[in-house]
């Protein structure tokens, strides 16, 4: 195991409690040392406590002597001083042994009394053994003599009186022993105590100590940055030091929220800057896209304004020219009669026909390259138009794929609320960023939708637009061609006057196919006259659609420029 493992919280406390533990083994192991002392003092009290007992066995074996010494003095015979003799042997058997067990048990300071005693004491057996003997090989009178005298009963009550010394030493020693194992006993449960009490106080003040130097101050720190932190000033939080233990840990996980936090914040800000650089950037986009708009079907519709209008100078021209063309061939007519009376008259006004037919031809070229013009700008007009419906359709790829990334984003953005509320209060300032793109991705997706609306409205009317343009260039072609019809008209009828000229010049009698050729001319101006009012109606109609799709696209792009 590494040391580092050692330095976490629990293994702090486990070292304190070990500490405890070994305090407690320490106070067990002196409690049973001191136990098993008291003990031993006990066995030896108890041992030597024994010896009283053994005193006053010996007392009784003196007792039982002196009775058995008394029924030597006694006997009839020898086999009953033989038995009297044996129970007195017996006891002073007795009496040796307890006495050498009483010399092992006493105390060393009542071993020199026990010697003193100990005179008396073989004085004693050896009387008693001696009187044994006299009372079994010479009978009770021999033993009444020997035993039963002053000396004997002097050296019994010697013996007596030094057990009973022995007796009152030992017990004086016993009772101060006792005292003095009972006041070691409660010495040593004193000291137990207070050692183990004061180890106790020691080791709660160290564990205490600990923990508030590595638990309790670094958790209030760290409380207290947290608290900081949930407050919203980033800026002045003061994070405790990481370390290896849970209290670091957890500073190390608050820091790393910390960083995180204020890549949030950063995050956040550089997203504000990003909405609100994007939203000049569809503005920026929306304008230029409007301007483009704007330009080139401003361009188209003036264009097609310009066209209406040459159109409407021409027929007004060409409307001049029939107008003047039938008032020549009136007078034509006039001339054509009067032919008839005078052939100078006739060749003077078939002249002025010839000059009239060459100016009518000249306008009607006129006419009719005003038309080619007018059905060329017509093509023109439909080319843009068609770009117009292309640009337009382009746009609405480029709505469609602006509204695409505004379901992309809104995508994420929902994916971003989820995390975050996955991550809890962690993940708030997220959540708020992630609610805002949402709102932003659906602003976004409603205002491509609304371009894309404008977009399909330019697209019907630039739809609407190519069919009128390619209606009145329809028209004009058919203006154009009434006009190349009038042209060779007029061309024939100068061919047809340049023959009156000359056939005046012949006979009168030219002036009848002049008449038929007058006729023909005034059909041919009437045609021409009713072409011209049709055309002119046509191009004011033309100027009126053009003036509506100049309003339907301002309106658009008014639109768009506001979304």
């Known amino acids: 195991m590494s040391l580092a493992a050692f330095r976490t919280i ?18 067990a192991f002196v409690a049973f040392e001191a136990d098993r002392r008291q003990a031993e003092s006990a066995e030896v009290l108890r041992a030597q406590a024994s010896a009283r007992p053994m005193i006053e066995r010996m007392r009784g074996a003196i007792y039982a002597v002196v009775m058995e010494s008394r029924g030597l003095y006694l006997a009839a015979d020898r086999a009953q001083a033989e038995r009297f003799a044996n129970g007195l042997r017996a006891h002073l058997r007795d009496t040796e042994t307890e006495w050498q067990a009483l010399r092992r048990v006493l105390p060393a300071e009542l071993q020199p009394m026990a010697a003193g005693v100990e005179p008396a004491v073989r004085a004693f057996i050896q009387a008693r053994t001696e009187l044994a003997r006299i ?95 949930a407050q919203g000033r980033l800026d002045q939080v003061v994070l405790p030091a990481a370390g290896v233990d849970e209290v670091g840990r957890i500073a190390a996980a608050a820091t790393v929220l910390h960083a995180k936090l204020l890549d949030g914040r950063r995050l956040e800000a550089e997203a504000a800057v990003m909405r609100e650089q994007a939203e000049r950037d569809r503005i ?216 009156i000229a000359r056939s005046a010049t012949v006979g009168a009698g030219g002036t009848t196919r002049v008449s038929e050729a007058v006729v023909h001319l005034r059909q041919g101006v009437e045609a021409t006259s009713g072409a011209v009012r049709d055309l002119q109606v046509i191009s004011t109609e033309v100027a009126r659609q053009g003036q509506d799709l100049r309003g339907g696209i301002g309106q658009a792009l008014g639109a768009l420029r506001a979304a």
Do not use: C, Y
């Open 284 to 499: 920026a986009t929306t304008r230029r896209a409007a301007d483009s708009i704007e330009h080139a079907v401003g361009g188209i519709v003036e264009a097609l304004g310009r066209s209406a209008t040459d159109l409407a100078g021409a027929t007004t021209v060409l409307r001049g020219t029939a107008e003047s063309a039938s008032t020549q061939v009136q007078e034509v007519a006039a001339g054509a009669q009067e032919a008839s009376g005078n052939v100078q008259t006739v060749a003077a006004a078939a002249e002025e026909l010839s000059m009239s037919v060459n100016e009518i031809t000249r306008r009607v070229d006129d006419a009719a390259a005003v038309a080619r013009r007018a059905v060329e700008e017509m093509r023109r007009a439909d080319v843009a138009v068609g770009g117009l419906t292309e640009s337009a359709a382009k746009i609405g790829d480029v709505v469609r794929l602006i509204s695409g990334i505004a379901g992309q984003t809104n995508l994420l953005a929902l994916n971003a609320t989820i995390e975050a509320a996955r991550a809890g209060e962690a993940g708030k300032g997220f959540a708020v960023v992630a609610e805002e793109v949402k709102t932003l991705a659906g602003q976004t997706a409603k205002a491509t939708d609304e371009i894309a609306a404008q977009i399909e409205a330019i697209r019907g009317a630039a739809a609407g637009a190519v069919e009128a343009i390619r209606g009145i260039g329809t028209v004009v072609g058919e203006v154009d061609s009434i006009a190349q019809s009038i042209a060779a008209a007029v061309t024939e009828q100068g061919a047809a006057t340049q023959e």
């Open 135 to 229: 009372g079994v090989e010479q009978g009770r009178e021999a033993a009444d003599r020997f035993g039963n005298n002053e000396q004997n009963r002097s050296a019994r009550e010697a013996f007596n009186r030094g057990l009973d010394q022995l007796n009152e030493a030992l017990t004086a020693v016993l009772e101060r022993e006792t005292a003095a194992a009972i006041a070691a006993g409660h010495r040593t449960a004193v000291l137990l105590l207070a050692v183990t009490a004061i180890s106790v106080v020691l080791v709660l003040a160290l564990i205490l100590w600990r923990v508030r130097a590595t638990v309790a101050q670094p958790l209030r720190r760290l409380t207290a940055a947290i608290d900081t932190m």
């Open 10 to 27: 629990g293994a702090r406390f486990a070292i304190l409690a070990s500490l405890l533990g070994l305090l407690a083994l320490g106070g």
